[in-house]
Antibody, heavy 118, light 108 residues
Framework: QLQLQESGPGLVKPSETLSLTCTVS??????????WGWIRQPPGKGLEWIGS???????YYNPSLKSRVTISVDTSKNQFSLKLSSVTAADTAVYYC??????????WGQGTLVTVSS | EIVLTQSPGTLSLSPGERATLSCRAS???????LAWYQQKPGQAPRLLIY???SRATGIPDRFSGSGSGTDFTLTISRLEPEDFAVYYC?????????FGQGTKLEIK
């Protein structure tokens, strides 16, 4: 069955760039039916969609984060990645990757906590 | 952006009871493009319902979704111990897609 796994540093300094990778297994990221998305959840708070990418590289982002976000895909590795620049403490969150199909997200990775602190 | 407001914030019920969770949108959600998720502590959200009323694969039939326009409901007919969790609604009819703030379903 399809599984997603986030990876990357758990601690990022303020003003630096957060970088995470999502590895997809049990299926191809190049499937024509799906987008692949990033969602985050600050500790004790709700969910916020960050952005999504198609295997061709086509992206769309949440306007609230668009100026700082870049999502890319590497089909040869079955991975997609998130970069969030100029981070502050407000970017501290659990970051999830998920398959984005017709608007909803399913399945999700287990999530990775990224803390922004000096 | 469509704002989703979930109510109540916390719902206290006993196993075997019926749970009714509400999700209200600030604008009409086109084509009932609304999903529900369940999240347990330390876990990722799990898709329960999409298209307002279609159950995702493997979801028990005690979970049902209904509604259209701006008012949507998730109903759990008979609560099982494993159903106590936080529930989120998400609209994907308008970009950017957005989530509600969640309803915590706790054991009474």
């Amino acid at each position: 069955q399809l599984q997603l796994q986030e990876s990357g540093p758990g601690l990022v300094k303020p003003s630096e760039t957060l970088s995470l990778t999502c590895t997809v297994s049990g299926g191809s990221i190049s499937s024509s039916s799906y987008y692949w998305g990033w969602i985050r959840q600050p500790p004790g708070k709700g969910l916020e969609w960050i952005g999504s990418i198609y295997y061709s590289g086509s992206t769309y982002y949440n306007p609230s984060l668009k100026s700082r976000v870049t999502i890319s895909v590497d089909t040869s590795k079955n991975q997609f990645s998130l970069k969030l620049s100029s981070v502050t403490a407000a970017d501290t969150a659990v970051y999830y990757c998920a398959r984005h199909f017709k608007g909803w997200f399913d399945p999700w990775g287990q999530g990775t906590l990224v803390t922004v602190s000096s | 952006e469509i704002v989703l407001t979930q109510s109540p914030g916390t719902l206290s019920l006993s196993p075997g009871e019926r749970a009714t969770l509400s999700c209200r949108a600030s604008q009409s959600v086109s084509s009932s493009y609304l999903a529900w998720y369940q999240q347990k502590p330390g876990q990722a959200p799990r898709l329960l319902i999409y298209g307002a009323s279609s159950r995702a694969t493997g979801i028990p039939d005690r979970f049902s979704g209904s509604g259209s326009g701006t008012d949507f409901t998730l109903t759990i007919s008979r609560l099982e111990p494993e159903d106590f969790a936080v529930y989120y609604c998400q609209q994907y009819g308008s970009s950017p897609n957005s989530f509600g703030q969640g309803t915590k379903l706790e054991i009474k």
